[in-house]
């Protein structure tokens, strides 16, 4: 059962804590703070808090979204293997059902995710 947001409760990670920065390097967030807070204009939910895999990668061009590729003029350097990320919840969901789910680092993956994902579905894919 997806859990509902409490708007009230700030920035708690899917197990409950306190929101644990995903990554400063590269920048990540809707927000570009490092972590996968979310807000009203935040309409993709990046909440996730991934460790990207070349696998994902791949999933993720095929679909439209091409999240390898330099873009200088936005400030985003392109996401090798290894790399952390805010990723949209919706396509965290998404890359699971086709089997290209990446890692999920749950202190930094926000609550709202439990939007769009299943708390145990993230906590098998779960890494360190």
């Given at each position: 059962?997806?859990?509902?947001i ?13 929101l ?14 490092g972590?996968c ?7 993709g939910s ?11 990668l791949?999933?993720?061009?095929a679909?439209?979204?091409d ?8 400030g ?10 805010c990723?949209?919840?919706p ?5 699971l ?10 202190e ?11 708390l145990?579905?993230l906590?098998?894919?779960?890494v360190?």
């Amino acid at each position: 059962m997806i859990r509902a947001i409490d708007p009230v409760s700030g920035n708690r990670n899917v197990l409950g804590g306190e929101l644990s920065p995903c990554s400063i390097d590269p920048m990540s967030g809707f927000y570009r703070t490092g972590c996968c807070e979310t807000g009203p204009d935040d309409q993709g939910s990046h909440t996730v808090c991934i460790m990207v895999t070349d696998s994902f990668l791949e999933f993720s061009r095929a679909c439209g979204n091409d999240l390898s590729t330099p873009m200088p003029q936005y400030g985003f350097p392109g996401l090798k293997e290894g790399d952390r990320w805010c990723l949209c919840a919706p396509r965290w969901h998404e890359a699971l059902v086709n089997g290209y789910a990446p890692h999920v680092i749950l202190e930094a993956t926000h609550e709202g995710a439990l939007q769009h994902c299943q708390l145990d579905d993230l906590i098998t894919h779960a890494v360190e």
